[in-house]
């Protein structure tokens, strides 16, 4: 038996409003956007995506799952998820990490990494 990783799915009390926040910031591609359900590909064919699901509770704890990324340049890229509405977040960091950790404007916790030393394979 064979898996495919299809797609994220995050709880959202506005999806649209949140689903177009993420596609500006990965420049993906909106392929459903209905108010209940909002889903960005980074192109319409290719997976896995990002589903932003309706529910009626605001988040409250530290997320058990996050996204993490791996930017060129991590401060140009910490800055312009800054200026889309981004907001810093305290996770228990000690200040020595390589990495930031933004929320998204639900609060929602994610991770620009340092840019990686050496090409992977």
């Known amino acids: 038996m064979a898996l495919q990783w299809e797609q994220v799915v995050v709880d959202a ?4 409003r949140l689903g177009r926040w993420w596609a500006t ?7 459903n956007d209905a108010d209940d359900e909002f889903e960005i590909r980074p192109e319409p064919d290719r997976l896995p ?6 529910v009626d509770d605001a988040k409250s704890v530290k997320n058990r799952l996050h996204l993490d990324f791996r930017p060129d340049d ?5 800055d312009r998820l ?12 000690d200040g020595s990490e390589t990495w ?3 929320a998204d404007p639900e609060g929602n916790e994610f991770c ?5 030393s050496t090409p992977t394979a």
């Open 74 to 78: 991590r401060d140009a890229e910490v």
């Open 13 to 16: 009390r506005d999806p649209v």
């Open 112 to 116: 620009v990494l340092s840019t990686r």
């Open 49 to 54: 995506g990002l589903v932003f699901v309706l």
């Open 82 to 93: 800054v200026s889309l509405g981004a907001t810093p977040a305290d996770v228990g960091q």
């Open 25 to 31: 910031a990965l420049g993906w591609e909106v392929v």
């Open 100 to 102: 930031v950790v933004l």
